[in-house]
């Protein structure tokens, strides 16, 4: 069975008449025509006429914070587990607030984690990293080492966990999109290319698959094909300009473009080079998709096309009608995400979101739709294309396929209902 | 006086040929053909064949940290202050530590930082900003109305500090990049363009001025000319996809692209619109650069291409012979890196070296190049060029037409001397 179902399906047009898409705003809200709205009360406050403490005294000091932080206002910007989940919380997740970013980078305190021993704490004077297996020289190499090979790029990736959204595959259950779409980030990536080192080593002929190894308690492990291997992946020891977070993998992981996040091993320590997949437990116990009738879906690397509006969603609710600010994130792991579309009136029409760029492959994008809100309830939806072709499915087009059983790669459109407070929940509706 | 009084001058070629380069490489370094050199020892160590505490114990849980911070072994990347260079440190600068970090973005925790009077805490609450002088209608704005403006956006910027490298213009003195070029950050932005702003409360025909002003206790205040207040000026809340930094503006900032950093206000709270400059303190006194016969440039707002070899440098000196990266920043206020050349023999020779994306402009570009060092004395410097055929210049170039007396807009090229031991110094030759 594909793992790419919608590719070549038919395709909807969204309404891109705005004239139209107004006229039809059943749901009490409407795409902005302009910002010419009174945003503001047209007289001072005295917040700004009067001298307020912070004009007065002087403030920190440039010693203050020689690695800085939020500011005590921003408390609540921070990964969140969700306690049930899993039994330990060595082996077990965080979440992104991606309610509360914008723009596409994840700033490195917020990226989830996702441990399945915990994070260890590696000294990068001790790290190594082995090539061996079905090369023509073996090698090792200290952290100094990797730092001196030609070659060294940047490039910004998504990294998605398989298992994202995988709570709302039996139906709306997590209510915020930091839990249904948080197990995400977005990062520039500093490394050279894994083909740099392999090439080094020199794969022997009949290499076909490549192995990389963690350096913590799970030894975590997975297989990925040599083309894949060849392409696009990277070693990499800086995010964001600076080293990899312990919970990222520091001092060393790989990097798998648009491929599921189990596999971007952290702390990474040997690649072994061999002949066929390893089969180990994280691709077949884990990491495999069951389906209805029993059979399973195994290898499914790609993270297809997916969207999730972030503002307004069940942590962000609205606060007043008028003008108003959808936003929302889209990424494909197929390519460079060429359109997303948004509803407030539950599918009945959508209109094509602004995508604010850069607009990369294989990293998230920003969206934006300005809206107008009467107070009325709304049911908003978005759904993203790749250049592929391949637009996002519902969640029941995806279970249709594939059933229930599994809680991976769930790419199903989400709802948000805004009720008329503003507050807003996570639903379905079919 | 222009202040860009090399453009259009004659810009030299870098010898682009990889064969006579390696011939003249008479300092005893050469770019790398290849990266066909033994990196690494062929037999594995008991580092990587013994299994070490942290395969055998597990780490930590992911509530360890609902906001991460860097491992404890990357102590050592901090912005730091130099004592000496200011009387208080509330009216003060630190430096980036550009010598450690990679690709462009920098992190927030790390972003210098500039203050006239200490960085306030403002409680977003209680922040307003204020558009008066010569507009239609005066207006007042919390944090939520901003938030609610159509044309949200998200665009990279340097933000450099117009006394970078100030301590230079009489000699080389401060030993690292971080101190001699670390009044730099570059990170991604969340606002709208100032343009929405200004167009809200509509400017009479006569306004052509805009002035920023501060909340802290120096009110900081900069005259901007009207045209480029509607070209690309931005009013911010994020940076990086996160709250601005309490030292960076929190909860608003003025982005003023290309243009010297003193310029983007912080902690915005309001915007007068006027017919001429308020010739304030911060543009008289300060941020104007007095000539050796006594007249002075003013309103030196753009900050012209310069590039730095961060690595190596002083705090980040060579630990091995055999391959090894150079790699540096490049950037212009007037636009878009286009070339960065190299040399390691004090200029007898030059090479183009390779850009690394995103180039972006009025964005830091990151340029790499592949050496081979067999362990004689190098003179590194690099120059950049950008897309108005501007070339980077000598520090002798500029001190012919602008004298010594100032401590701003030092855009000249820096030499690095790295000894036959690694270690690497601050110098300048003629």
Not at 63 to 68: D, E, F, L, S, T
Not at 151 to 162: P, Y
Not at 395 to 404: A, C, I, Q, S, W
Request: with cysteine.
């Amino acid at each position: 069975m594909s793992n790419h179902e919608k590719k070549g399906g038919q395709v909807p047009q969204p309404d891109l008449s705005r004239r139209r898409f107004l006229g039809a705003a059943g749901a009490g809200a409407a795409v902005a025509a302009s910002g010419g709205v009174a945003f503001a009360q047209g007289k001072p406050d005295p917040l700004i006429t009067e001298i307020q403490d912070w004009n007065r005294y002087l403030g920190d000091s440039v010693a203050a914070h020689p690695y800085g932080k939020p500011s005590k206002f921003e408390a609540h910007v921070v990964r969140r587990d969700v306690e049930w989940l899993t039994a330990s919380r060595e082996s077990s997740i965080n979440f992104t607030p991606i309610h509360a970013l914008d723009g596409i980078i994840t700033p490195n305190g917020v990226c989830f984690e996702r441990h399945h021993g915990g994070a260890p704490e590696i000294d990068p004077s001790k790290h190594r990293l082995m090539i061996n297996g079905l090369v023509d020289k073996p090698l090792v190499f200290t952290m100094e080492d990797l730092k001196r090979f030609p070659g060294r790029t940047n490039k910004i990736f998504f990294l998605e966990c398989a298992a994202n959204g995988g709570m709302e595959w039996k139906g709306a259950q997590l209510n915020g999109c930091q839990f249904t779409h948080g197990m995400i980030h977005n990062v520039m990536y500093t490394g050279i290319p894994l083909k740099v080192l392999l090439d080094e080593a020199g794969v022997k002929t009949n290499g076909k698959w490549v192995m990389p190894e963690g350096a913590d308690s799970a030894a975590m492990t997975r297989s990925i094909p040599i083309e894949k291997a060849m392409k696009d992946c990277m070693v990499v020891w800086a995010m964001n300009g600076e080293a990899l977070r312990q919970e990222q993998g520091y001092p060393l992981r790989i990097v798998v473009p648009g491929w599921e996040g189990n596999m971007w091993v952290k702390w990474l320590r040997r690649l072994e080079v061999g002949d066929q997949p390893w089969h180990h437990r994280e691709e077949t116990s884990k990491y495999t998709d069951l389906l209805a009738d029993g059979r399973a879906r195994r290898f499914t690397w790609i993270m297809d096309a997916k969207s999730i509006v972030t503002n307004p969603s069940p942590q962000a609710p609205l606060k007043s009608k008028g003008p108003n600010v959808l936003s929302g994130l889209a990424w494909s792991g197929r390519g460079t995400i060429t359109r997303v579309d948004v509803t407030i009136d539950g599918g009945k029409n959508w209109v094509a979101a602004r995508l604010d760029g850069p607009v990369l492959p294989l990293s998230l994008t920003r969206f934006y739709a300005d809206i107008e809100w009467d107070g009325r309830e709304m049911l908003i939806q978005s759904r993203a294309m790749d250049d592929t072709g391949y637009l996002q499915p519902t969640k029941d087009e995806l279970r249709k396929v594939r059933g229930v059983n599994s809680i991976y790669h769930n790419n199903g459109i989400q709802t948000w209902l805004v009720r008329a407070n503003g507050e807003t929940e996570n639903v379905e509706i079919s």
